[in-house]
């Protein structure tokens, strides 16, 4: 249920005569939350001490929509969840031009994945030189990723089941679509 008020409200974002024909463009990006009570979704995070986090993986259109939000364990490479977030999107976004994000999610399958539905992927590649100038882009991913975790109950991880965390995350990206719908 969670979904469709969130594929409605995204297509409600992006109405209108022009929007609805062009092609979007999108970036994908993670965030790590702490998990202090564990759960399913609590992994040591390699880059905190081995602290129990959760990372919060989210794709954004570069005007700033949440098109899909999922979580994993912090200890999950980003790789992986790139083709379920890329299905998620595909979901509520009529087509999708380039795909913008950093080195964790580079692999050839990935890639290969973007080719396959028409997207050209902006992937910086592993060991390559900062500097790409995908963080001009990448600013929407991140603002998205700051207000996701403004709803604190997301921000200090209680919640220990795998479903109620996804939902909480949908609701948040809902959330977001609809203080942006209010100020229109």
């Known amino acids: 249920m ?10 409600m974002a ?22 202090k009570r ?10 905190a001490r081995g602290k129990p986090r959760t990372k919060c993986h989210v794709i954004v259109s570069t005007d700033g929509i949440p098109l899909a939000a999922l979580p994993s364990p912090a ?13 998620l999107a595909t979901v509520v976004c009529a087509a999708t031009r380039h795909l913008y994000t ?38 929407a991913v991140e603002h998205v990723n700051a207000w996701l975790l ?11 089941s795998r479903p109620i965390v996804h939902a909480l995350l949908t609701s948040a990206c809902i959330f977001v679509i609809a203080n942006r719908l209010a100020e229109f």
Not at 38 to 47: I, Q, R, S, V
Request: with cysteine.
């Open 150 to 160: 403004n709803y604190k109950r997301l921000d200090r991880r209680h919640d220990r």
């Open 102 to 139: 950093d080195a964790g999610y580079d692999s050839a399958d990935n890639r290969g994945l973007c080719i396959g539905k028409g997207i050209q992927p902006q992937i910086r590649k592993i060991g390559s030189e900062h500097g790409s100038g995908f963080g001009v882009v990448r600013a």
């Open 14 to 35: 992006r109405s209108g005569p022009e929007a609805a024909a062009q092609a979007w463009d999108v970036v994908v990006d993670s965030s790590s939350v702490r998990a």
């Open 75 to 87: 200890n999950f490479h980003d790789s992986k969840m790139f083709p379920d977030l890329l299905r």
């Open 2 to 11: 969670l979904r469709r008020v969130h594929a409605v409200l995204v297509r």
């Open 38 to 47: 564990g759960g399913d979704l609590a992994g040591p995070n390699p880059t």
